[in-house]
């Protein structure tokens, strides 16, 4: 078979690089394939003016700093709170949005996002004839689709957060989303909520890398980071989590995998 033609859009929007990525069996783009990623990177900008914290212009902020009345913000808000909320109750409290007195969701709007953005914009696509596959990241948190009929397989790679540019493992996904979390790339950022000391939420002290598999990228993304505010010894919070895959590295190498909830191996 002859590899696809890959077409890709990238653009820096919330914090990091997004790309677009189809697979089609023609090396130029059709026009609705140009069009659908400029919407899908369109729709990234757009959920970054809502709901970024650090633009005073979002429209978090204006809420935030009395610049604009709740009754007059967009919707999408009051539906990310929600799930916000339900998140922080399915975690048992390791995810939680509220921080210092106000609602945060930086830890669940990005991996959210690029899944609308992907259903939005990219999954129409997959009906057009020549349209093998097609898939869209932010910061390396991406949900990958592949067309009915079609053989393609997206190969993951895990990083290995002990050796920058090294892979630990690969995952093969046809359909689903890939998300990471932990101190590899940010250093350490991640807070337990649960755990206030008199000087804030400090951040957690070795903590694992967290990479999760699920079939939506806003359930592997906050996962992920519940995942990475258990700990390594910690795997109780899969009872609560949606159906999903992923391997927790230990800051000394150690690791831990499980699949659809289950633990397949023991920590080496």
Same mark, same amino acid.
């Given at each position: 078979?002859?590899?696809?033609?890959?077409?890709?859009?990238?653009?820096?929007?919330?914090?990091?690089?997004?790309?677009?990525?189809?697979?089609?069996?023609?090396?130029?783009?059709?026009?609705?394939?140009?069009?659908?990623?400029?919407?899908?990177?369109?729709?990234? *900008?757009?959920?970054?003016?809502?709901?970024?914290?650090?633009?005073?212009?979002?429209?978090?902020?204006?809420?935030?700093?009395?610049?604009?009345?709740?009754? %007059?913000?967009?919707?999408?808000?009051?539906?990310?709170?929600?799930?916000?909320?339900?998140?922080?109750?399915?975690?048992?409290?390791?995810?939680?949005?509220?921080? +210092?007195?106000?609602?945060?969701p930086t830890?669940?709007v990005k991996?959210?996002?690029?899944?609308?953005?992907?259903?939005?914009?990219?999954? &129409?696509?997959?009906?057009?004839?020549?349209?093998?596959?097609?898939?869209?990241?932010?910061?390396?948190?991406?949900?990958?689709?592949?067309?009915?009929?079609?053989?393609?397989?997206?190969?993951?790679?895990?990083? +290995?957060?002990? *050796? &920058?540019?090294?892979?630990?493992?690969?995952?093969?996904?046809?359909?689903?989303?890939?998300?990471?979390?932990?101190?590899?790339?940010?250093?350490?950022?991640?807070?337990?909520?649960?755990?206030?000391?008199?000087?804030?939420?400090?951040?957690?002290?070795? &903590?694992?890398?967290?990479?999760?598999?699920?079939?939506?990228?806003?359930?592997?993304?906050?996962?992920?980071?519940?995942?990475?505010?258990?700990?390594?010894?910690?795997?109780?919070? %899969?009872?609560?989590?949606? +159906?999903?895959?992923?391997?927790?590295?230990?800051?000394?190498?150690?690791?831990?995998?499980?699949?659809?909830?289950?633990?397949?191996?023991?920590?080496?």
């Amino acid at each position: 078979m002859t590899a696809p033609h890959r077409h890709v859009r990238t653009a820096e929007l919330m914090g990091t690089v997004a790309s677009v990525h189809v697979l089609t069996t023609s090396p130029s783009a059709s026009a609705v394939v140009r069009r659908a990623m400029s919407g899908a990177l369109d729709d990234l *900008h757009a959920m970054d003016a809502l709901f970024s914290p650090f633009r005073a212009d979002s429209e978090i902020s204006l809420l935030r700093d009395g610049g604009m009345d709740a009754a %007059l913000a967009d919707p999408l808000l009051a539906d990310v709170s929600e799930a916000c909320a339900q998140l922080c109750a399915a975690s048992r409290g390791r995810f939680d949005a509220y921080r +210092d007195g106000w609602f945060d969701p930086t830890g669940y709007v990005k991996g959210w996002a690029v899944e609308r953005a992907t259903t939005r914009r990219l999954r &129409p696509l997959l009906s057009e004839e020549g349209i093998v596959a097609a898939g869209l990241s932010a910061g390396g948190d991406m949900q990958l689709l592949t067309a009915p009929g079609e053989d393609w397989i997206w190969r993951v790679g895990i990083a +290995d957060p002990r *050796h &920058p540019g090294a892979v630990r493992a690969t995952v093969p996904i046809r359909d689903g989303a890939v998300a990471t979390s932990g101190p590899a790339e940010r250093g350490a950022h991640i807070v337990d909520p649960r755990r206030v000391g008199a000087d804030g939420r400090s951040p957690l002290l070795s &903590p694992p890398s967290a990479t999760v598999i699920a079939d939506r990228l806003s359930d592997a993304d906050a996962w992920a980071t519940v995942a990475v505010v258990a700990g390594f010894d910690d795997l109780t919070w %899969l009872r609560d989590a949606p +159906d999903c895959s992923g391997m927790l590295i230990a800051e000394d190498g150690r690791v831990r995998r499980w699949t659809h909830g289950v633990e397949i191996a023991p920590a080496l």
